[in-house]
């Protein structure tokens, strides 16, 4: 069996932990002067109910290279193989410190990193075709140019409900033309090579929703997709969205997910948007 590993900004709908064997790198987000470690403990309710309270905008921090390889044996032992899977490393530092534990563990444990180039559920979708295929006996090297793939043609579209939280994570950039554009207003972000940009912004969130399915729309066109609507702290709207995306997308399946924390804390409260990639996928 393969170990499969991610970390704590991609999101795994209820159960798919479980039913596809999926380990979890927790990270840690920081509130006011708190620590607070993703995982069961820490949920996406009580996350918005303490910066609620705090008042104050989060941060989010990586795990030392020797917690990352203490994580990796508590899951694996020695001569097992693992596939992790993990941000991307244009948008967080974890890549590189899976890498380095990669290598001070290579001689227990084959760590194969892998650099999603996404994040959020964008990286549990890549997770669970990881698992499928290793069930059906493909090996890592096929995993991978699988998801390399997935990348190539996978749509991630949002929109925020403020940048406050994107200004202070440092973790959107601004399309050229669209400076100080964004005084109340709604911005509208895509994932592109790696990198979140904003492309647009809209007077109102409903134009900005329909503008999110409109590029979403583009990019996928009519083909067939799997295709998950992400929210944080915006259940109402998700499911609204849920029923305007199946009108409008041929959709072999639609899952609605709450945004990981650590993408929340750096997106804000009332981010909403759509992940969407082909049904049939050949590499």
Known sequence: MIHIVTDGTAELPPGWAQKYQI????????????????????????????????????????????????FYRSIAKKGDKVISIHASSKLSGIYSLVEQAAREIRNDINVTPYDSNAASIAMGFMCREARIMEMTGYNIQAMANQMNAIQKQMSVVFTLDTMDFARASGKVTVSQGLFGAFMNTKPVVVLKNGLLETVDTEKSRGNAILRVIQITEKQIGKNPVHLAIVHANAAAASLELVSMARERFTCRE????????????????????IVAYPDAISY
């Open 23 to 70: 380990h979890v790198l927790p990270l840690t987000v920081r509130i006011g002067n708190q620590n607070y470690q993703t995982g069961a403990d820490f949920t996406p309710a009580r996350f918005y109910q303490i910066i609620e309270q705090n008042r104050s905008i989060p941060r989010v921090s990586l795990p030392s290279t020797n917690a990352i390889v203490d």
């Open 254 to 273: 639609v899952v609605v997910s709450e945004m990981a924390v650590p993408v929340a804390a750096s997106l804000g409260p009332g981010t909403i948007g």
